[in-house]
């Protein structure tokens, strides 16, 4: 380039940019042609003209001109440049600014291919002009600039920092909201004083009672003119068995600034006494806080369902089943006496799954499938499987388990029983036996009674001391589908069949009389089955410490299969003895019919015998003719009288009571019978 034109472009940058400013100084002074807008004298009018005004405008501005948005600001907007300046004077925005870009790009598509204008008032930006990251807001207005013939070629942005009044702003809020919160928190910690349910309580470090609301004076039944004088500390209200606890929670505040909540009996000054529940915390160096709950009726519950679950405890190891319960996963957390007593297992042994080592091992894993899938599903658990005795031995039982459910169904633990129905299955084993062996008409019976075995239930119930009902009994009322009502006004009486009332009545008058125990067998209505089931009813006395009844608790167990099982064993007896009968009949109908003709065919022979010989002359062959005669005789004495034995006149007229009595005698007669004819032939062949 000639001097020439080297003085005309220092020339016209010198007018251009012809301000006293910083930014003026610096663009007289840049190297213009080694950025994208080249030399100056190459600019087009407009961008000459907008680019003279903006460094000499007072107002902080920034242009961006051509393709890549190159960037000339002036003074004003330097300070919002930081440390970017003054390197960012002719740089291209995206190189300058990259954090922002993501922010700008649309916007400047807009203004440049649409020409559009934006405004953005105390936007919020992270920038990068101090080399790290700070939060800024800016007041930022986009407008295009338009070269001669229309086309724009630019971006005037006009920029106003607004950091430090949003921030101000902000902290003021913040202020004002803290403030709002601190007069909220005094409004809610008065209305807690007021809380008639919550004991609050102040006091110094050395348990000294500076101030109580309204609650915490009627919780303890101290008076405020007492607190006022300063005369009540935590030894005039606490028992003396709970100080070392309250003590402890003291050096729990002293190191922590709060202590745990912990539960302590308290005296009033009239000598009751109440249960309270304590949490408290420091406020300053000398002054805390604790706040106070009556639990005195959660405590009398606690106790009440404590004694539930002893008389269930009671009741449970009256019954001859064995009863446990389990947590809603199925695990066992309980079991009766009886559990322990069969299967030799300690309460410890028997928990979680430790009760399934009684199971004999051949079923053991088909048994914990079926109960592990009952307990997910939350359905009722129901099998027949051998457990070990303490001997070693194994039994079969009946198992059972059903879930308890709250309100919503929610599964709360489960109860289970194992009924013991080893000598039911064996003679039913038995007598499918002997069923098999005598007729087929008799499997009808043998299922019947298989059914009756299985279905077996126990009812557990409660009364006073004279006899009435004194709580609901469910098991009572499952068996028999009667109400509550009914059950707890004396209406159980209904549920016995009409023959037992007076007898089973009589029995347990007589136990209440007496305090023994009572025990009775009735029948009861099933409402299941819709028939009466035989019932084994026990009952025994609870009493004080000096021998009063203070109630009855007893359990009635369903024994209609025994019962069954009895009648059918007596029924078969007399099939048995009916069949006997029916064979001693036709073996004396054979010898009658049979022997007894062909004894006196012979005898009618050896008389013709006999006469021929005497004719004959022939005495001694006579003689022994005539005893041989004499003989049959005697066969068909004995013969005649194994009839009657055998089949008397008593058994054809189904008088079997005597009948039996006869046979007896009859067989001793034939066994004697039997004797003699051996000794007359004995005799005979003698001689």
Partial sequence: MSPTDHAHRQDLTARLFRDEGELARLCREKDWSQTPLGPVDSWSPTLRTVAGLVVASPAPMILLWGPRLVQIYNDSYRKVMGNKHPQGLGQPNRICWPEVWEFNAPIYAGVLERGESFTFENQHLVIERNDSPEEAYFTLTFSPVADGDGRIDGILVTVLETTETVKRRQAEDALRESEARYRESERRIAHALEIETVGVLFFDMQSTFLEANDTFLRMTGLTRDALQR???????????????????????????????????????????????????????????????????????????????????????????????????????????????????????????????????????????????????????????????????????????????????????????????????????????????ERTQSLADSEERFRLLVTTSAQIIWSTDAQGCASEDSPSWRAFTGQSVEDWLTGRWRDMVHPEDVTPSEQAWQRSIGTGKPFEAEYRLWHARSGHWRWTMARGIPLCDGVG????????????????????????????????????????????????????????????????????????????????????????????????????????????????IGMVAAANARTARSRRGIAGAACHASNR
């Fill in 548 to 659: 009063r009844t203070l109630g009855w608790f007893g359990t009635n167990t369903d024994i209609d299969e025994r019962k069954r099982a009895e009648e059918e064993v007596r029924r078969m007896a007399y099939s048995l003895t009916m069949a006997e009968q029916e064979e001693r009949r036709r073996v004396s109908q054979i010898l009658h019919d049979d022997l007894q003709q062909l004894l006196y065919a012979l005898q009618l022979k050896l008389r013709m015998v006999s006469n021929r010989l005497i004719l004959d002359r022939q005495r001694t062959l006579a003689d022994m003719v005539a005893d041989t005669s004499g003989l049959i005789n005697q066969a068909i004495a004995t013969t005649r009288q194994l009839t009657v034995d055998l089949s008397p006149p008593h058994s054809q007229d189904g008088r079997l009571g005597r009948c």
């Fill in 230 to 436: 300063g005369e009540l500390n935590s030894e005039r209200i606490t028992l003396s068995e709970w100080m070392p606890s309250t003590w402890r929670a003291f050096d729990e505040l002293k190191a922590n600034g709060r202590f745990t909540p912990y539960e302590k009996e308290l005296l009033r000054p009239d000598g009751s006494r109440w249960w309270g529940l304590f949490a408290g915390a420091q406020l300053s160096q000398n002054e805390c806080v604790e706040f106070v709950i009556d639990i005195t009726a959660h405590k009398r519950a606690e106790q009440a369902r404590y004694e539930s679950e002893a008389r269930f405890h009671a009741i449970a190891d009256l019954v001859p089943d064995m009863l446990w319960q389990a947590d809603p996963e199925g695990k066992r957390v309980w079991v009766n006496r009886r559990w322990m007593e069969y299967t030799g297992q300690s309460s410890q042994e028997a928990i979680g799954y430790g009760w399934a080592d009684a199971i004999h091992p051949h079923e053991r894993s088909t048994v914990l499938y079926k109960y592990r899938r009952a307990v997910e599903t939350g359905v009722r658990f129901r099998n027949e499987h051998r457990m070990r005795r303490a001997d070693g031995s194994y039994g079969w039982f009946l198992v059972e388990a059903v879930p308890i459910c709250n309100d919503d169904g929610e599964i709360l633990h489960w109860l289970g029983s194992a009924n013991d129905i080893h000598d039911q299955r064996m003679t039913m084993d038995r007598l499918e036996d002997l069923v098999a």
